[in-house]
T-cell receptor, first 112, second 115 residues
Framework: GESVGLHLPTLSVQEGDNSIINCAYS??????FIWYKQESGKGPQFIID?????DKRQGQRVTVLLNKTVKHLSLQIAATQPGDSAVYFC???????????FGGGTRVLVKP | DAGVIQSPRHEVTEMGQEVTLRCKPI?????LFWYRQTMMRGLELLIY????????DSGMPEDRFSAKMPNASFSTLKIQPSEPRDSAVYFC?????????????FGSGTQLSVL
């Protein structure tokens, strides 16, 4: 993913609805992808990861989908809760490397 | 587990002054990363260490920035002299070898303001 710059995309979602956050990554050599959640005043927190030999992985209330053909990653949050309000980042890791490249982030606002 | 500990949480300094940011990684983690976060550029990797040895410092902006890891439980990021454009949140993160750079554990960051 590329850094977006000044304007952080925002997703407003009603509490209880499902959220879908999208991310386009840029490096065809990336083979490991991660979603992070960052709450205000805190560091990013690992949510879920997926390797390039998979196209879907599920966690608790979260699902990550990977489409390598179009270099697209998505994070689905089921039954969104107020505590899910945060900025979400996708990150990619190139094969055999240890450098994570972060996308620009998407802000999720949960409306009660 | 206390997690990754960074200090100070906030730092306000004047242009030209030296700034030192500190990090204590999670015990047992052999990788340590320094990131910088700004609205304009997002999260950028500055440098990372493996077993206290700097592996990749290609993200360090310029010679004013330096990082050290004298032992497995401590790292510093120093800016000398500091400039207003260095204002950002600086994060330290650590992971173990099996995490292979993906499952990073971040500290709470140091908010740096250079006036």
């Amino acid at each position: 993913g590329e850094s977006v710059g000044l304007h952080l995309p925002t997703l407003s979602v009603q509490e209880g609805d499902n959220s879908i956050i999208n991310c386009a990554y840029s490096n065809s050599a990336s083979d490991y992808f991660i979603w992070y959640k960052q709450e205000s005043g805190k560091g990013p927190q690992f949510i879920i990861d997926i390797r390039s030999n998979m196209d879907k992985r599920q966690g608790q209330r979260v699902t990550v989908l990977l489409n390598k053909t179009v270099k697209h990653l998505s994070l689905q949050i089921a039954a969104t809760q107020p505590g899910d309000s945060a900025v979400y980042f996708c990150a990619e890791n190139e094969a055999a490397g240890n450098k994570l490249t972060f996308g620009g982030g998407t802000r999720v606002l949960v409306k009660p | 587990d206390a997690g990754v500990i960074q200090s100070p949480r906030h730092e306000v300094t004047e242009m030209g002054q030296e700034v030192t940011l500190r990090c204590k990684p999670i015990s047992g983690h052999d990788y340590l990363f320094w990131y910088r976060q700004t609205m304009m550029r997002g999260l950028e990797l500055l440098i990372y260490f493996n077993n206290n040895v700097p592996i990749d410092d290609s993200g360090m902006p310029e010679d004013r920035f330096s990082a050290k890891m004298p032992n497995a439980s401590f790292s510093t990021l120093k800016i000398q002299p500091s400039e207003p454009r260095d204002s950002a949140v600086y994060f330290c993160a650590s992971t173990a070898t099996e995490g292979r750079g993906g499952k990073l554990f971040f500290g709470s960051g140091t908010q740096l303001s250079v006036l």
